[in-house]
């Protein structure tokens, strides 16, 4: 190497590698600012001119011979440089020699593991083990120790032998490239590469194996390896998109060949997550709510869980169950169920709910065995108003019920009432609220049998109650009076026409709930002491008139007749910021003989907390951000 060529490199900052095999090649590029006329055209063009030019001004132009020496070295010069910049000259230092082959080890979190292998996979892995002579104990099932053991084989004589036809690159990799022990011209020789293979460490949080072929590719500055051969125990942890085989795919058309070598038993890792828990929001002392919780998990498909519902603060189980896990249809290497949980909230303010799956034998990963979530229970009693035209039966029986709720405080208008009832009973009102104010004050508002024009309402009141205010609606019309044209859009149910000539059939009937009806928070029962009570419920005579459901409208109870589609029998429909609800039978009160009243009781108790409960929701307490796990690591993932 020149003089010239060690100071061009000195100043580059081009490292000058003294490996065997290794040359550094250096070429000068001149190239044509005329697109397809050669670079010497050109300079033999120009310098025709500036012979010319100077033979011209040779015989004009008296000076002694001194002068035009110099003059002519001056302007040569100018002409060179002039060349030099047309061409754009530039040094191309090409480095050559034994092609690089990267290897990257996975040094996740993961490869800590020692995987509980079958008699079958234990046979083979021992005898390869053997077979290569390798160092240390060939018992060590942890996949890191297994992977140092493969790469240093035969005492070292298999990367020797394998540096004698490429440079080898060794790239620690887990969530991208790990800092590598020591320079890269430090491990590119035997003795020192193999000490690094030694000093690997799982240190790694997460695998990502899409970066870490990108990032090491990055740091061969340009320089293609003949190969990248990359020990891992699997896929990217967190996201799919992170997977090996998308980080090969967006190399391009030159990409380079790449071999993965998996390490670890075929039989994925058993673990069981909680990945998501749905409670109510809001509850009221006294009555039950349901929780959901949903599990994943890996290498237990077919098993059977126990998962735990626990008040985080008192330490105290609320429920319990047995879960299946089933294989998941979009994702056949996982297994997943849903469990729902009730119980019944004794005290009122936050409580903050635990689900705790229990692990299953040979889980490692605990930490995603548990998820909270927060729940509000509210003791404050609902305010009801109960209009009806005349004291029917539902009426009577209702009102009674909803008297005695301790949780209720009830209001009453009977539009065809004696004066007297107005001033003996505590809940009877003489008129309806007449301002938005006074329809604020309620929570639920139950209309029975009488049109808004009677009591001289405005539609619009109860718009607004609905809509803007967040209350809750229910239409009970008797047998002479749909409430359907009253309230126009308010209803979740408008007449069919069509139908209208079969209404006067009117058979027995039996009440059923639908599958939201089952899923729904006002018709749990299990506490009223049968576990079926729908299917136990006197039968019902069908309501006058078919009706067909308004877009959004969801029923939740039918019943089946003879010919044609079910009848539907509660409907309800979101209005805004409220919900509306339709109940087309007026019979509950057959309900009371049924496990002493308890069913009827409670079925409109949670009916009321049901309507009330998205009014109520504007009273919580500020709401809390929540964290999905109690403890995290660098570039691990964080919901909230």
Known sequence: MTFLQRWFAWYLEVEISTEPGTVLTWQWLLRSPIPGVPFWVVAMSLLAVFAAVLWSRQRSVEATPRERRRTWRLQLAAVLLLLLILGRFAIQVRLTGLPSLLVLVD????????????????????????????????????????????????????????????????????????????????????????????????????????????????????????????????NSSIDPQDRLTAGWRELGRHRPPVFAVGIGSTTAGRNVEVTEVVPPGLAFVGDSFVVRARLEGTGVAGETVVVQLVDQRTGQLLDSHEAELSALVEDPGRAGAEVTFRHVAETSGPMTLEVRCLPVPGEEQLLDNVLQSRLWVRSAQLRVLLVESVPR?????????????????????????????????????PFPPRTSEEWQQYDVI????????????????????????????????????????DFAELSPVQLDSAADRHSAEQNPVRIRATLDGRAAACLQFATAGIDAPLTQLPMLDSPPGDVLLRAGAVTLLEADRERGKPVPLLVEQRYGAGLVMVQRFDSTW?????????????????????????KLDTQRPPYELQVNRPQFGPGMPVHL
């Open 446 to 485: 139950v209309w029975g049998g009488v049109s808004l024009d009677q009591l001289h309402v405005p539609r619009e009141a109860l718009d607004e109650f609905v809509a803007e205010f967040g209350g809750g609606l229910l239409l009970l019309p008797d047998r002479s009076r749909s409430l359907v044209e």
């Open 393 to 429: 039966w539902e009426f009577r029986h209702l009102k009674s019920a909803l008297e005695r709720d301790p949780s209720v405080q009830l209001n009453t208008v009977l539009l065809e009432s004696d004066p007297e009832f107005v001033r003996e009973d505590r809940t009877a009102l």
């Open 107 to 234: 040094t996740s979190a993961s490869m800590q593991l020692e995987d509980d292998y079958s008699s079958r996979e234990a046979s083979l892995l021992r005898n390869q083990l053997t077979m290569a002579t390798v160092t240390g104990p060939v018992s060590d099932r942890q996949r890191l120790k297994i992977a140092q053991k493969v790469l240093l084989q035969g005492q070292g004589e298999w990367l020797r032998e394998l540096q004698k036809h490429y440079r080898v690159v060794l790239r620690p990799v887990a969530d991208g490239m790990e800092a590598p022990s020591s320079p890269d011209r430090e491990t590119d020789h035997s003795p020192e590469i193999a000490k690094a293979i030694e000093r690997l460490t799982a240190r790694g949080v997460r695998t990502n194996l899409r970066a870490a072929l990108k990032e090491s590719l990055q740091s061969q500055w340009g320089q293609a390896p003949a190969a990248v051969v990359i020990l891992t125990d699997g």
């Open 590 to 614: 057959k309900w009371r003989p049924l496990a002493q009243g308890q069913v009827y009781r409670q079925y409109w108790s949670q009916l009321m907390r049901y309507l009330g409960q998205r």
